[in-house]
């Protein structure tokens, strides 16, 4: 049977929350409010960018009532039953709010998948028109030290709920683009790819498109610790604010 290529996350939201189920989105949110909660209070708008299938939404409702999702796939954002989250279905380099937002954020080094440093800036100034004066947006990447430590082991397999699933890990140091391919085979012989494409800046490249959108770096975090981010961290958490704000 052929193999289908798919949009992203148009088949692989079958076999997420498996492939994701090691992850802590408790101690994830936990981290995500002790960052926030130095800037802004609990009566705070928030919205979440690339929310995906909303579990990070579902610790952090609890101490932000206020809290929107959004994400670019229906599929993914209907996969959350939790009906205390409004969810809005848009492109995170298109917001479509008009109204101000005091904590904007997006987990998982979704920015890794903007591949063009236009698109990045294009989405920085999206964030500082929907941005209040005092505002925070925070956000994590993953670095090059975290591409090169996942294709050590670049082929993982695995079977749930009578799918099968091949997850191949790809890093080009010479364009800097990291790929993880989804082959995904469904129980009646389906069968499906998902090409994922991530850009891997190098550290400093962050810092001169954040400060040509206008923001500075508030601070800056080695990922899940409150120690500087550096340039061979795995993963690193920045929160902006407006310059001048």
Same mark, same amino acid.
């Given at each position: ?60 409702? !609890?101490?932000?009532? =206020?809290? +929107? ?8 954002? &209907? /996969? @959350?039953?939790?009906? *205390? ?71 993982? !397999?695995?079977?749930? =709920?009578? +799918? ?8 080009? &140091? /010479? @364009?800097?683009?990291? *790929? ?66």
């Amino acid at each position: 049977m052929t193999t289908v290529k798919t949009n992203i996350y148009e088949t692989l939201p079958l076999i997420y929350n498996h492939l994701m189920r090691k992850i802590r989105y408790d101690y994830w949110a936990d981290y995500l409010f002790l960052i926030s909660s130095k800037y802004i209070s609990r009566e705070a708008n928030v919205l979440e960018l690339a929310a995906g299938n909303c579990r990070l939404a579902e610790h952090l409702i !609890k101490r932000f009532p =206020k809290l +929107i999702a959004s994400d670019i796939s229906k599929r993914m954002l &209907a /996969g @959350s039953e939790n009906i *205390k989250i409004k969810r809005v279905c848009c492109d995170m380099i298109s917001i479509p709010f008009k109204r101000k937002f005091d904590l904007v954020y997006a987990a998982f080094d979704s920015i890794n998948y903007l591949l063009t440093k236009k698109k990045i800036s294009k989405f920085l100034t999206e964030i500082r028109d929907i941005l209040s004066g005092d505002g925070i947006f925070t956000f994590d990447v993953s670095l090059e030290k975290n591409s090169i430590n996942h294709t050590k082991h670049p082929v993982r !397999k695995g079977i749930y =709920k009578g +799918i099968s699933y091949q997850h191949q890990s790809i890093y080009d &140091a /010479g @364009s800097r683009i990291h *790929k993880n391919i989804f082959d995904i085979k469904l129980p009646g012989g389906e069968k499906f790819r998902e090409i994922h494409k991530q850009k891997v800046l190098d550290f400093n490249q962050y810092f001169n498109l954040i400060d040509k959108a206008g923001f500075f770096v508030a601070e800056c975090f080695d990922a899940f610790t409150f120690n500087n981010g550096k340039p061979d961290s795995k993963r690193v958490q920045f929160v902006l604010k407006k310059a001048g704000g």
